[in-house]
């Protein structure tokens, strides 16, 4: 058969720049394209539960590092991920910057592995290019990079590609054999960073297919290698059993059980909407909801799904008479995009996701601009010299929705407004953006979010524990503790609403109670930080020092940036009287919190209770600073100014602190007005 691909790929018009050059632009273009996202920070999907709050990832001791690689065995195990995120803490802590700037690293450095990769499949630098520029401007991969928790996705791709260009290289050559050897390390890194590389053996035998045109058993041996290593993630992780099972038994969406074939259909739709996405980036969200069809009863107009993609097919295997473009390219996405499709992996509240596509997409990517350039070669012969200008302007197209589609991940608000401004009836995005009001004191809004979220699902026991906390937060006692009764109805072992239970306990002077509430979280939840650090304070309040003090003290272990665990053990520093260590844990505090008030306020109070009211004067300036409404704070620093005989100043704090409510001694303002007079 004549390699009619690289026949055609000759009379493409290169483009007139060295292959450096052309790295730079990619390079360039690429970071501005995603530049906003540097400047983001983490979201409430899944950032605060796998990096922010996780214990694993702050711990890179030779037992962490174990930790890590014995983390539970399942499709999501991904344990290089974890890896780079504890590295990236210890060296510079919890700034979301450095997370962001390292995702977009990795993602330019896949731009360039994606030059590289076509380069040597095609051998023409303007189809290398520009495969890499529509790579790495796709505005579905924003999801990838901007989000921080999908590392997974750039770093798994990363190796992916590394394996296939060090197979390239190594072309069966024996005097080249470390190559090989280079390619099976990389795949076993790739599918250490995500299981979605299991589809690299198969993609593989398409790319030996594309570059010689048959299916020579011999040239084939070098993969062997590659399906042993497949048996790994099949038996340890589940993944034989989980297609036995999807096929054997309904999926359950919401609440919704599906039949085999209703399955296979709901498959078929996620693949022509993938396909769809691809081409024509419209309307993207982050989640895409099941449509309604889908819980009305598999609608007619499903049925359609499996004909176009027969249609596709049948396209597909046909063209194989002309050329392996198109067969390779849809052969490619179809098998990168395969372990995320219902049949194989179900998906409960989103039916396609964009971060599934980060790197299937190339082979669609790479149909595009062979496409693109064959239809120019074929009906513009006039226009040679404009052959590169429908790709440059489906570039600043793709850039354009790329750079502002980065700004939607600013923050989770953002995020979950944008999924609700195009889907109003989605669960997470109601759920998640009440969240993300709650945690920054907008309970009003949160409250709103958080009451249509439980009436789309009354069934979540998250929603209401959330919704409890709103209520508590907006001095509702009474209607917090209903809200965490009903989430502990439908899942007892809900240890949020059950140490938020202990709170409420806590404030109605029920100790015992809330020490018991406290003890039932941990035991459900080991490492839950929040239950040892209330139990620590209701220990502290019963003067159970010793207690609070171990509490405090695992707090520190588990998160050492946990400022409230080092201001209750200055507190109980400062009360056993050893004022130079209360003064180093409310330093820690503040220099992790630098708005802490009360911290201030206590080391103010400590200071001056140490011999230096001076020093005392300077702290509570900052927390009457930083809360100009702080009576103790005024009425500390009225004493403290008593004291060096600044009475003026005294008196006016004291008046302040009074006129504030503080209950002030009379005779004391008294004393001062008798003073200067």
């Given amino acids: 058969m004549v390699d009619q691909d690289i026949e055609s790929n000759s009379g493409i018009k290169q483009l007139g720049f060295s292959n450096e050059i052309l790295v730079v632009l990619l390079l360039a273009i690429t970071l ?76 330019m450095l896949n731009v360039l592995l994606v030059f590289l990769m076509f380069l040597i499949l095609t051998k023409n630098k303007s189809i290398a290019f520009f495969v890499a520029l529509l790579f790495g401007l796709h505005p579905m991969h924003v999801e990838s990079v901007a989000w921080i928790v999908q590392r997974k996705d750039v770093l798994y791709s990363f190796f992916y590609l590394s394996s296939i260009i060090s197979f390239l290289l190594y072309d069966g050559k024996k005097s080249k054999l470390p190559l090989l050897i280079l390619s099976i390390l990389f795949f076993v890194m790739s599918l250490l960073s995500k299981m979605m590389a299991v589809s690299l053996p198969f993609v593989l035998l398409i790319i030996d297919y594309y570059r010689n045109g048959n299916l020579n058993i011999k040239a084939h041996l070098a993969k062997i290698p590659y399906f042993l290593i497949l048996i790994l993630p099949v038996f340890l992780l589940g993944g034989l059993d989980r297609i036995v099972d999807q096929f054997s038994n309904p999926t359950e969406v919401t609440g919704i059980p599906f039949t085999t074939l209703e399955t296979l259909l709901i498959t078929n739709y996620e693949i022509i909407q993938y396909i769809f996405k691809i081409l024509i980036p419209y309307k993207l969200s982050t989640i895409y909801p099941y449509p309604n069809e889908v819980f009305d009863g598999i609608a007619a107009s499903f049925y359609i799904f499996p004909a176009l993609l027969l249609g596709l097919l049948g396209i597909t295997f046909y063209s194989l008479k002309k050329s392996r473009v198109i067969f390779f390219s849809i052969a490619f996405f179809v098998l990168a995009i395969f372990p995320t499709l219902q049949v194989f992996l179900p ?49 600043a197209i793709f850039m354009y929705q790329t750079f502002e589609r980065c700004k939607i991940w600013k923050d989770s608000i953002s995020l979950w407004s944008d999924v609700i401004a195009k889907y109003d009836n989605v669960f997470i995005a109601l ?48 209607k917090a503790g209903q809200d965490y009764d009903h989430a502990l109805e439908i899942n007892e072992n809900d240890y949020m609403a059950i140490n938020n239970k202990g709170i409420l306990a806590h404030d109605r002077k029920e100790y015992i109670k809330a020490l018991q509430l406290f003890d039932r979280a941990i035991d459900i939840k080991g490492n839950y930080i929040d239950a040892y650090y209330n139990r620590g304070v209701t220990y502290k309040t019963l003067e159970n020092n010793e207690s609070a003090m171990i509490d405090f003290d695992m707090v520190i272990a588990m998160d050492a940036q946990y400022y409230k665990a080092y201001y209750g053990r200055a507190d109980i520093w400062r009360e056993r009287g050893e004022y130079e260590q209360a003064l180093f844990e409310y330093s820690i505090a503040i220099n992790i919190y630098p708005d802490y008030t009360e911290a201030y306020n206590d080391r103010g109070y400590t200071k001056f209770a140490n011999g230096d009211p001076q020093g005392a004067i300077l702290d509570f300036n900052i927390a009457i600073k930083l809360d100009p409404r702080y009576a103790q704070a005024y009425n500390n620093r009225a004493v403290a100014h008593f004291q060096l005989e600044n009475i003026n100043e005294a008196l006016r704090d004291a008046q302040a602190a009074f006129s504030l409510g503080y209950d002030i001694d009379p005779k004391f303002i008294s004393h001062l007005q008798n003073m200067l007079k």
């Fill in 32 to 107: 501005l394209a995603f530049f906003p996202s540097i400047q983001n920070g983490f979201t409430n999907w899944d950032d605060t539960t796998l990096l922010v709050n996780n214990p694993i990832v702050k711990d890179l001791s030779a037992d962490g590092i174990r930790n890590i690689f014995n983390s539970h065995l399942t499709f999501h195990y991904k344990p290089l991920v974890f890896l780079s995120w504890s590295i990236e803490y210890h060296l510079f802590g919890m700034n979301p910057m450095v997370y962001h700037i390292d995702n977009l690293i990795l993602h």
């Fill in 431 to 478: 759920g998640s953006r009440g969240q993300a009001y709650l945690a920054n004191g907008n309970y009003r809004l949160a409250l709103v979010d958080l009451n249509k979220a439980v009436k789309l699902r009354p069934s979540a026991a998250k929603t209401y524990t959330n919704r409890g906390l709103v209520q508590y937060h907006l001095n509702r006692p009474e």
């Fill in 347 to 395: 998906m409960r509240d989103a039916i396609i996701s964009d971060r599934y596509t980060y790197l299937p997409s190339l082979g669609l990517l790479f149909l595009i601009v062979h496409a693109s350039y064959w239809l120019m070669k074929k009906y513009g012969s006039k226009f040679s010299k404009l052959v590169h200008i429908p790709l440059i302007l489906l570039s």
